[in-house]
């Protein structure tokens, strides 16, 4: 991975970024064509507050300089006030995102071990009892949404056993501070994660069972297989480093719905994140907090793909290595 | 044979010819034991979503129509499957449901395709800026993440069935025209664009006449394996609010189970028959699908 | 043990499973190959010589069948447990594969794919990587490389390098220098050559160009569909083949060093039979210029010619005196 491979890929998502800036912009200014009365529908503005609001939305003024606008606020981090708490917008998103970080971290980090692994495997022994066990089960976990699952794990785990709680991000009244307080999150977090985990299980597994069996019939395998490797070894050491490079960009992709199947796990468990946050500004049309969680939630597709990029160029020598 | 073919007309020709590619299509369907499966599912389901005038009667979706019913109960012999958190039996609400469900995923996957299929064709067809600019914005819807796109465009757009079903197509597209594009960049490969352009046809012809008959095996597996990606994007934005609760769809039913608690009051009546639904149409679609396109593509066999 | 040759193959049969049917790739192959003696295998494309190369260290994939025996340094290939084979693989026998692109893992360095191998069998060997880089005439500097890196007759000293380093009894060169343009080739070639000599090495050297045999090899036996149709001596086979077809592929290739063969090229008609469907009889004789009407349904077995005891050919012919060697 040389320089010049490190900033195209910076470039190409800085690139993106603006777009999604722009098209956001257009979103909610262009396809909206009366964003106010969204506001508006829930209580009655008198004109002194409507010049207020129209001002505040940025709103006054030609397309274009609403634009401009616009463009000076989100350069600023600035994105308004939330019509339903009042509070900055900011502050609600930076107070949430933590929790929503670390669901999705873990989620994530165990998806891609647990379907590379199983999908790696399936593939190699391919028509395996292994194989057909699996991939009938990954295409169960594809077809079910995630928040069923949720539902399931409340009502036959967290309701039957009472072994994990309901929802929420900490026990009430439970320390705030030092172990115990790690405790109590960890298990809190238990049911949500591995929520969104099965939920996209499925879809990985399935793409690394597919390049593996891309990879079955190279011949840098029988070579590994002629110096007398293990079956285990020739699958570590020379099919699955191969075979990842195509899953990569594609599990990449794939992370743009995890970041959906946020939103609704977090909303079967009630646990404060930005997921749970857009649930509400979905019930409660809250302009400025939805515009703000698409740009948020676009810029972590946007960063997660810059990283498997990288990562990429990383596993593949061939990826402009300077010589 | 040959005093019939001098009699059949080049229209006929062609129908014949088609007709022969279904029954080919058919009798390897036949055979796959899975994809068989998931079409004999999805026929159950289609006739339920036709017959569901006949089997519950639609003012039991009214909210009035639960009045005189015990809220929540279990399973009787007068409602199958119990009553919902106002009294309306949940059975006839699922039957409904399917209609709703099904409509919304295949509308929203003849958008996607029509989208897909027209971005795929021309940006593999046309070079040059057109081209790029085409790849460019199919990069960047497969860049943004559907499901926050799709719930704002939801927002502000309405929350109609109609309009769900044209913003999940909006949002669902950019993968099939990625894979149209491959398709038909691999066909020009092959020389058969060429020929015909060699024979004075203008691009319209070509796109039309030589280079969609080449991909349209391709996009209908494709679509057959859309739908269910559209009928979970469906359920999931009905189960974050939108829709509509008088006539739901499953993954409204979903909704209104976890918010009235049947969870936790262990109602199961309530919440596992619609999820149970969407996991077997999901699956059929799915079944179906992957067997199309192991029959339209032989390289995909075996998988 | 001096007299027992390195590899001993007695009536190997190859099936592979394709979804058309059972494929007899191999079909009876009797093969000797003695201590530093080195055997030419030629043939066109598709008759069988990798698939018996392959079958030497039971690299066919799993659901082929393969029966007959096959002795490695005495000891049996076809019988021994996987655990056996694995140490068998490599340090009794080396595959030096046909067509260096892609034999060499893309994403590891060479240097440690070398050593992976040296690493897997230590107790037979002490070298390293960079005496072997050497023995092939690389720089150490190649041991970081990937190898795409590479160019093809670099790759191909990888692999040769890379056959070496477990110090093998036999090392099979399955047409190493196939995809190399001729420069190369001839490098290669005198590489290989000058390594066996050195260090005493057993070889089965297999390609379709008869023309690459008639110096680094002691002995040719020339396959035609699945099976051995002549085998002898190299220099008296390549001057004077008996089967028709040994012929016909001598004479479509010129010999090095002989001018006149140059004036002669005779390209063989027909391609050669699928395995799936073989003709009856003698599977040549749809393309064979002297088939007589028996060879349609009678297919005569590889046996000894009068004239000499070192050959032996599978034809009618085999002892019409107005074929037999000048
Ligand atoms: N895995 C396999 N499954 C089925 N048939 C196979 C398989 N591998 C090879 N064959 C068939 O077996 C026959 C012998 O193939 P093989 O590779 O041994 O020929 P070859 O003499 O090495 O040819 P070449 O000079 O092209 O390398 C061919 O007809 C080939 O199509
Ligand atoms: S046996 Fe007959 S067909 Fe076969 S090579 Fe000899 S002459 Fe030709
Ligand atoms: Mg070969």
């Keep these: 991975m040389n320089f010049l491979y490190v900033t195209k890929k910076l470039l190409s998502a800085f690139l993106t970024l603006i777009a999604v800036v722009i098209f956001n912009f257009f979103l909610f200014r262009v396809v909206d064509r009366d964003p106010l009365a969204k506001y508006r529908g829930r209580s009655k503005l008198s004109i002194a507050q409507r010049e207020i609001m129209i001002e505040r939305l940025g709103l006054n003024g030609s397309k274009w300089q609403q634009f401009i606008t616009y463009i000076k606020s989100t350069a600023r981090l600035d994105f308004g006030r939330s019509f339903d708490s009042t509070r900055p917008v900011l502050r609600e998103i930076s107070d949430r995102l933590p929790a929503t970080l670390l669901l999705v971290g873990i989620s994530t980090i165990l998806t891609i071990l647990i379907g590379v692994y199983i999908g790696a495997r399936a593939g190699w022994q391919r028509g395996s009892r292994f194989d057909r066990v699996s991939t009938s089960a990954t295409m169960v976990l594809y077809a079910t949404p995630e928040f069923f699952f949720g539902m399931l794990l409340l009502a036959f785990i967290a309701g039957r056993t009472g072994w994990f709680p309901t929802g929420g991000l900490r026990d009430v009244g439970a320390d705030t501070s030092g172990f115990a307080s790690i405790l109590d999150r960890a ?7 591995l929520t969104l985990t099965l939920g996209y299980l499925g879809s990985y597994s399935l793409i690394m069972r597919t390049s593996m069996l891309e990879t079955l019939g190279e011949d840098y395998l029988t070579t590994a297989r002629a110096k007398g490797l293990r079956d285990r070894d020739v699958m570590m050491r020379h099919a699955v480093p191969n075979a990842l490079l195509p899953s990569v960009s594609f599990i990449a992709i794939s992370f743009g719905f995890v970041i959906g199947g946020a939103i609704t796990t977090e909303t079967v468990f009630s646990y404060p994140g930005l997921g749970l946050a857009t649930a509400d500004a979905i019930r409660n049309t809250d302009l400025p907090m939805l515009q703000a969680l698409f740009l948020v939630a676009s810029s972590a597709v946007i960063i997660f793909n810059l990283l498997a990029d990288l990562t990429y160029g990383l596993l593949d020598p061939r990826i402009g290595r300077a010589k | 044979m040959s005093i019939e073919a001098v009699q059949v007309s080049p229209r006929q020709m062609t129908w014949l010819r088609r007709r022969r590619a279904l029954l080919r299509v058919w009798r390897e369907l036949r055979h796959d034991r899975s994809g068989f499966t998931g079409l004999l599912l999805l026929v159950f389901f289609g006739v339920v979503a036709a017959a569901a005038p006949l089997i519950a009667d639609r003012s039991e979706l009214l909210a009035a129509a639960g009045r005189n019913n015990p809220d929540l109960a279990a399973p009787s012999a007068k409602f199958l499957l119990g009553t919902d958190d106002i009294g309306r039996s949940v059975l006839s609400q699922l039957v409904w449901g399917s209609r709703v469900s099904l409509f919304i995923g295949l509308l929203a996957t003849v958008v996607a395709v029509v989208i897909g299929s027209t971005v795929g064709l021309i940006s593999g067809y046309v070079k040059g800026r057109v081209g790029s600019l085409l790849l460019a914005i199919d990069d960047f819807f497969l860049v943004v993440p559907f499901l926050p796109l799709a719930i704002v465009l939801a927002v502000i757009l309405g929350r109609s069935p109609v309009t769900l079903a044209l913003v999940i197509g909006f949002t669902s597209w950019a993968g099939s025209a990625r894979l149209v594009r491959a398709q038909v960049l691999s066909l020009s490969e092959r020389g058969y664009v060429e020929r015909a352009r060699a024979l004075g046809a203008n691009s319209r012809h070509v796109i039309l006449r030589h280079v969609l008959p080449g991909v349209a095996p391709l ?36 909704d209104g189970a976890q918010s009235s608690g049947s969870i936790t009051l262990n109602a199961w009546w309530y919440y596992l028959p619609p999820g149970i639904c969407i996991i077997t149409v999901v699956l059929a679609f799915t079944l179906f699908g992957r067997a199309l396109e192991r029959i339209f593509d032989p390289r995909l066999a075996g998988r | 043990m001096i007299d027992s040759p390195v590899l001993k193959v007695r009536d190997l049969y190859v099936t592979y499973q394709s979804s058309f049917g059972p494929v007899p790739a191999v079909r009876g192959v009797d093969l000797d190959i003695a201590l530093g003696e080195t055997l030419g295998l030629a043939g066109e494309s598709g008759c069988g010589k990798s698939t018996l190369a392959m079958a030497l260290l039971r690299l066919v994939p799993p659901a082929t069948q393969i029966s007959g025996s096959i002795l490695l340094d005495g000891q049996s290939v076809l019988t021994m447990k996987p655990g056996q084979l694995r140490l068998v693989r490599w340090a009794q026998a080396s595959i030096v594969f046909q067509g260096a692109q892609h034999v060499l893992n893309p994403v590891q360095r060479i240097g440690s794919q070398i050593d992976e191998a040296i690493q897997l069998h230590h107790g037979s060997t002490s070298s390293t990587v960079r005496e072997m880089l050497a023995l092939v005439g690389l720089s150490d500097g190649c041991a970081d490389d990937y190898p795409h890196e590479l160019s093809g007759g670099q790759k191909q ?19 190493p220098t196939t995809a190399l343009d001729v420069m190369v080739q001839a490098q290669i070639l005198q590489l290989l050559d000058n390594i066996k000599r050195e260090r005493g090495l057993s070889m089965l050297f297999i390609t379709h160009d008869l023309s690459v045999l008639s110096h680094n090899t002691d002995r040719v036996a020339v396959m035609y569909a699945g099976r051995i149709v002549e085998v002898g001596p190299a220099e008296e086979l390549l001057r004077g083949s008996i089967h028709p077809y040994s012929r016909a592929l001598a004479e479509s290739f010129p010999i090095i060093g002989d001018p006149k063969s140059r004036h002669q090229p005779k390209g063989l008609a027909g391609d050669p039979p699928d395995p799936n469907s073989l003709p009856s009889g003698c599977p040549f004789h749809p393309r064979c210029n002297v088939a007589i009407d028996s060879c349609k349904s009678i297919d005569i077995k590889l046996s000894a010619v009068t004239k000499s005891i070192d050959r032996q050919v599978a034809c009618v012919h085999a002892n019409d005196e107005s074929r037999s060697v000048k």
């Excluded at chain 1, 298990?187 to 994660?193: N, Q, T």
């Excluded at chain 2, 394996?225 to 999931?236: K, M």
């Design chain 2, 219 to 254: 996009i209908i597996a494709n679509a057959t394996l859309i739908v269910p990606g559209a009928i979970l994007t469906e359920s999931t934005l009905s189960f974050l609010g939108f829709g509509d609760r008088l006539s739901p769809s499953w993954g409204k039913l979903l």
């Design chain 3, 157 to 175: 000293r990888v692999m040769i390098a890379m056959a070496l380093s477990c110090n093998p009894l036999l090392i099979i060169a399955d047409e």
């Design chain 1, 187 to 193: 298990h809190h977090l238990v049911l949500p994660s």
